[in-house]
């Protein structure tokens, strides 16, 4: 496609190479439960991947925030390099995934490789249509869900076959999201690089109160995110085993859960341009706050209303993401941007660690029951929205 024509849809373009590329982040979750029976995996050691790979990501947002990388390098080139590098890792975990401590660390250089994407994904959307900021995160958060799901479908379409495929089939994706973003480039609206690259420069964002609520609510919406994604697989399998289902079905069902979360967040997005993404956020962290604080209650209700209001979370937990970072992006310095969202994506997704360490480790033991161990964060989060509340007409930016 030529480089023009591409630039003609640049929103569709970022959006599908952000759902590309982010099929690396679970890409072995999707084959969680077939590497239990191949190589021995537990819960805790399945935990333990995904936990490496936060930490990845973790590392790569302080180190291009601190380093400046995330305004001084060009967006399209730092994703399209990090895509490449995740796609050859993801693929090089095959052969170390009978070993628990060389898969977390190829897992964890995944994660540093994802830093690359997904905050960037955030800035080229910018950079493209600063006009309707929220609406157009809520579609690259969208994207960002399906793209997390996506291994377990990917699993799914390929049961029959060994387990290595759908890893292979999510490394093959993420090379044709690095192609796409290295021919977009960057769009007009933002500044290619900055002149200056002072360490932790995105951390003077904080001083601008709201900038520092978004971030606030956008950690209490981290706590519980991550860590329900990495349940799902769980939770689903005990619905499926209540119904006597086929063991077959669990993966396309656990994609549903998640994919959900796609049109949640484009309608969340399309809301927000009435409302503001200030009560569109409050709202969805509300609504899965009660689904937090509900579910364990009824974890002896039918299966099929377990697995219903799955769904309905499945929607609610990430349609809030793409407003906080649509708050956040209007309140950093422009100059800054980059770096001040890489900041709040690094401290945010520490906090997913132990919640994802936590839930893990404890399903054995309590079953559902572990998703109260969640409920601190959207509690935390809408304490932390309160100033919103009283600026009413607060809305992210326009030119």
Known sequence: MPTSLLARYPLAVIVIAQLFGTSLWFSVNGVGLALQEAVGLSESDLGLLTIAVQAGFITGTLLIATTGLADRVRASH???????????????????????????????????????????????VVSWTPSHAGAALGWLVGMLTLGIASPHLLRGVTLHLPWQWPLLLASALALAAALMIFRLGVGPHLPATAKSGRPWAGLAAFRQPRFRAAALGYFGHCWELYALWALVPFLVARELERLGAADSAQPWVSFAVIALGLPGCVLAGWWSRRVGSARVACVALATSGVLCFVYPLLGSASPWLLLTLLGIWGISVIADSAQFSALASASAPPERLGAALAMMNAIGFGLTIPSIALVTSLWASQGPWVIWWLLPGPVLGLIAMRGFHRRRHLRTRHP
């Open 78 to 124: 730092l994703f399209a390099v990090s895509a490449v590098l995740g796609a050859l890792i993801n693929a090089a975990f095959i052969g170390v995934a009978e070993s628990v401590s060389l898969a977390a660390v190829a897992r964890f250089f995944v994660g540093l490789c994802l830093a690359g994407i997904y905050p960037l994904g955030m800035k080229l």
